[in-house]
């Protein structure tokens, strides 16, 4: 996620820098050629790069509109992950009587685990070296970690039953919080795994580059500069939008503009922690990035 007060103006513009070298360079050699060509003989209504240029508003507006609300939709996925992680921790400190309360941090351990591997799952990483140790140590195995995690949730709730530690109503409550739990996970992965039809980008894609080449055909030739000048402007801030919208419609790729899961996870692991009262409490760090992640 951009920090508010560090946003990096170069990452943007390298992001588009290709698109934009080639703006520029035909802008430039059309307008070299515009007086010394046939190109002179060639004149376009105004209103044909206005005719084009607003559909491709319309669009720009369309995609920008729809993949800011994913990017906001998870965002609000995992403010849930958050608030039902503490949930869940809150509920099994209330109902597991004081005597057997060693079951407590076990639970805690493996909801922090749980929040680090959907993390890593959703951005296709590697498992981290933390995750794997844990995974290693409980022998869980499965093409669903953090799902398979909640099962030894679901599990170890049982089991408590079955010894008589809490009763079968506030099981009930305790399945509820991971119901909800599981819900977010599927969320997250269907964001993830819902793209946006290649279609629809060739479509955006190719306007944009169809209003770059008519655009200074219908410009005063006698004012060169001013042609080649708007050339540039106009196109490159249609492919900056563009490429917003793109970044933003995938909030689990591992870019700076993500939703920032491991510093969430880190939070809250800080909470879980203080909640059951360990003695190890890792400190949030500052971040003196533009971003986290």
Request: with cysteine; aromatic share 10%; glycine share 4%.
């Amino acid at each position: 996620m951009l920090l508010n007060k560090r946003i990096s103006i170069w990452y943007f513009v390298n992001l588009i820098k290709w698109q934009v070298a080639l703006i520029c360079a035909f802008a430039v050699v059309i307008g070299f050629f515009d007086e010394k060509s046939f190109f002179a003989s060639i004149h376009l209504p105004l209103g044909i790069p206005a005719i084009v240029g607003t559909a491709v508003s319309l669009l720009l507006a369309f995609r920008t509109s729809q993949s800011y609300e994913r990017w906001w939709e998870a965002r609000i996925v995992w403010g849930a992950i958050v608030n039902d992680s503490r949930t869940f921790i809150r509920q099994l400190s209330q109902f597991i009587p004081d005597e057997s309360r060693q079951y407590i941090g076990d639970f805690a351990e493996r909801q922090i685990i749980w929040n680090y591997a959907l993390g890593e799952s959703l951005r296709r990483l590697p498992f981290s070296k933390r995750v794997e140790d844990y995974l290693q140590q409980k022998q869980i195995q499965a093409m669903n970690i953090p799902n398979a995690l909640l099962d030894k949730h679901a599990d170890d709730i049982q089991l408590l039953v079955s010894k008589g530690l809490i009763s079968e109503f506030r099981q009930v409550q305790l399945n509820e919080t991971l119901t909800r739990l599981c819900d977010s996970m599927g969320k997250c992965e269907r964001i993830k795994n819902t793209v946006f039809p290649k279609s629809y980008s060739l479509l955006v894609h190719t306007l944009i580059y169809l209003f770059a080449i008519i655009l200074p055909f219908s410009l005063d030739d006698a004012k060169i500069r001013l042609e080649i000048t708007t050339t540039i402007l106009l196109p490159v801030m249609f492919i900056a939008i563009e490429k917003t919208a793109i970044l933003m419609q995938d909030p689990f790729e591992n870019t700076p503009v993500d939703t920032p899961m491991t510093s969430l996870a880190q939070t809250i692991e800080i909470n879980l922690l203080q909640m059951i009262g360990a003695d190890q409490v890792p400190a949030k760090l500052p971040n003196e990035s533009f971003y986290e992640m």
